[in-house]
């Protein structure tokens, strides 16, 4: 295909369910039933082999280490493409080439995503430990100095956490750690603690990444994925605070705006493309609680979508939430995430949910095996103790689970009430003005 194509996104979406699809299949328990084709010869696996060797080139030839951000599958890196790529877009990128590398055998598609990770890591300031959302990858100078959880840098932060729970490499934890700990300090405001005290609702805001002083008055739909990454981590609580916020927001208007102004109470971005961060996390926070008031949350985004966003042919984009126009658009991760956890969260007995311990899911929704054999490498076995230096690649760490204490458990006896206290959620409602 000679045409320019965004590296990350093609990487997340088309690589990441070439592997998915192929350890299904190959998963020699079948737990979803016979999903075996006739005469199948690892094809899906070769498929994603040359799709990931056409991506390698993003990663060549920029003195930061950091890829391009658009490549062409069939020449290469464009003469014509500009030098700026987000955190996230440059930073998501371990899982699915980890896993390829896993695969195959060779180690070179998991070392170009860790030294594209360690380069950006070597690039957060030097005062604050913040990361920007847009660099130059020819100069390592940010041109967007925005620090927040949202669009640009969210999976960076997913992938740190989810990269070591595949790989068990201890430098993508400490990495992790670290921003989680920086995210608190500088973006997290209101009351200490969920359910306890007083206080404004807590909320993560944008900062400058120098400073560490908030940036904007708005958060965006996507900052909405960071609960998710909280239940990861096991902060229970502050996830099902965060979560909360975004579904007074959803209640007000029907369904999620791009961007949500806290300070005016209003939306600064008014379309909602079907995007599936508040689903997933209610998806998790179920998974995790057992809360039904969850189920109660899934169902109100399931009769909302049907309401407002159903078509003859499909579902389309909110234009504007204020009206409920629609684009004539649907975007991917519709069918592979926001549908993916809806359903997931109603189906009980899933393997998914029976099993959750034994999977992960990418941040485009596609299913991973968490298995111990990828934990280890096939090439440091391959080379013995003479095998060349990958200085991208760090040794498999003999813990294989820490982290810091940040678990702090839901008490049983709030299982069937609301996760909330009463007058912490007519807070935050109040806060968005419903």
Known sequence: MSKKTGSSAIEIRVLGGLLSAHLIITDPAQPFGNMTPPNYDDDLLHLAHDLGSRLLPAFENTATRLPHPRVNLLLGVPVDTHNSTCTAGAGSLLVEMGMLSHLLG??????????????????RDASTGLLGNVIDITTGQWTNKLSGVGAGLDSFYEYLLKSYILFGDDGDLKMFNAAYRKIKRFMRKGRSHCNMGVGDHPLYVNVNMHSGRPATTWIDSLSAAFAGT???HGDIEEAICAHALYYSIWKRY?????RYNWRLKAPDLRFYPLRPELVETTYLLYQATKNPFYLHVGRDILLNLNKYAKTTCGYATVHDVSDKTLEDRMESFFLSETCKYLYLLFDRDNHLNTHSHK???TTEGHVFPVQRR??????SQQWGSKR?????????????N???????????????????????????ISTVGL
């Open 106 to 123: 060779d180690p070179v598609y998991e070392g170009a995503a860790r030294r594209a990770i360690k380069a950006l890591w070597s690039y």
């Open 402 to 428: 820490h982290s810091d204490s940040s678990c702090y458990q839901v008490l049983t006896k709030r299982r069937y009430f609301l996760p909330m206290e009463s007058r912490y959620f007519e807070q935050v």
């Open 374 to 379: 990828f934990r280890s490498k096939r090439w």
């Open 254 to 258: 029907g369904v999620l705006p791009e």
């Open 230 to 232: 909280m239940v990861l």
């Open 388 to 400: 060349p230096r990958v200085d991208s690649v760090v040794q498999t760490p003999t813990v294989l």
């Open 359 to 361: 999977f992960i899911f």
